[in-house]
């Protein structure tokens, strides 16, 4: 299943996408958050019969879990990213957090903000939780996926690197993307044979096996749940792959009138267009 958030007309929900339109599965559970459903992903597929509410092409594309209250993003996790920045290989996941307001759907654009020229594209894939856990073994992590998604763990290097923390440049109002919308592991399939791929105006940017991370997915919930209870629409960005801007010669920012997109097998495309910051006055 694909399951999106939506809003139509002023309405947000959330839903089964298909044949081009969704199905709202919102409006038929009584506003119950996606957070609430996502435990039971068959009582959505019993909706997988229905005809489609509404047209893809008539709503706006939301990030698939909006209010998402724990998107904790891992860093310097594919080798090939490693490698580029010069980095050590990190014994232990690098975690940091982003925030719902940071984070924008499918085709909304992406702020580059006016203190910065700086603004750099990482195309993820990203893991929602669906079942509660603690102390989960990396064995039996895989039970408590909801789905897959494509992210774009859009990045301000220099507010990035002003300190050890990287939290300050990866929180900027609407700089990163999440999307188009949340893919069942079902359909998904073995993610690990899976390929991300992040173009800039066409022109491919990163590509890599998702294979190549160094902590997988079973190993961050599995070491995520050790320090807090994973729980229902959670939200895990793995890492990035080698090709981040940054990292190139010159170097290569996004820039007002680009197009940025990642792709991942199966997941379908996360496409966003760069606008800059209105400034005040």
């Known amino acids: 299943m694909r399951i999106a958030s939506f809003i139509h007309g002023e309405t947000a929900s959330y839903g089964l996408v298909k044949d081009g339109g969704i199905v709202d599965a919102g409006a038929r559970f009584g506003g119950q958050p996606l957070e609430a459903v996502l435990p039971d992903l068959a009582r959505l597929g019993e909706l997988a019969a229905l005809s489609a509410d509404v047209a893809l092409s008539d709503v706006s594309l939301l990030p698939p879990v909006p209010n998402s209250g724990r998107i904790i993003c891992v860093g310097l996790n594919y080798k090939t990213h490693i490698e580029e920045t010069g980095n050590a290989t990190p014994p232990y996941p ?12 499918h085709d ?28 989960v073994p990396a064995a039996r992590a895989l039970d408590h996926v909801a789905g897959y998604a494509c992210f774009n763990d859009g990045s301000i290097r220099d507010f990035q690197r002003h ?4 939290m300050p440049g990866k929180n900027f109002d609407r700089s990163g993307s999440f ?16 390929t991300l791929t ?21 190993e961050l919930i599995a070491y995520m749940s050790q320090i807090w209870e994973i729980r229902p629409g ?16 010159p170097q290569l920012w996004m820039r007002p009138g680009d197009r940025i997109e990642v792709e991942i097998d199966r997941l379908g495309i996360l496409a966003n267009t760069i606008i800059d910051e209105e400034k005040d006055g």
């Open 234 to 249: 959670d939200v895990i960005a793995t890492g990035t792959t080698g090709g981040v801007g940054a990292a190139r010669d």
């Open 94 to 105: 690098i975690l940091f957090p982003r925030y719902p307001s940071s984070l924008v759907g």
């Open 163 to 166: 300190t050890s923390q990287f």
């Open 198 to 218: 992040t173009r800039l105006n066409g022109e491919v940017m990163q590509q890599s096996g998702i294979d190549d991370l160094l902590f997988g997915v079973e």
């Open 108 to 135: 909304a654009p992406l702020v580059r903000p006016a203190v910065s020229e700086r603004f750099d594209f990482e195309g993820e894939l990203a893991v929602i939780i669906g079942k509660a856990g603690r102390h």
């Open 179 to 194: 999307g188009p919308w949340l893919v069942t592991p079902d359909e998904a399939g073995d993610v690990n044979r899976l």
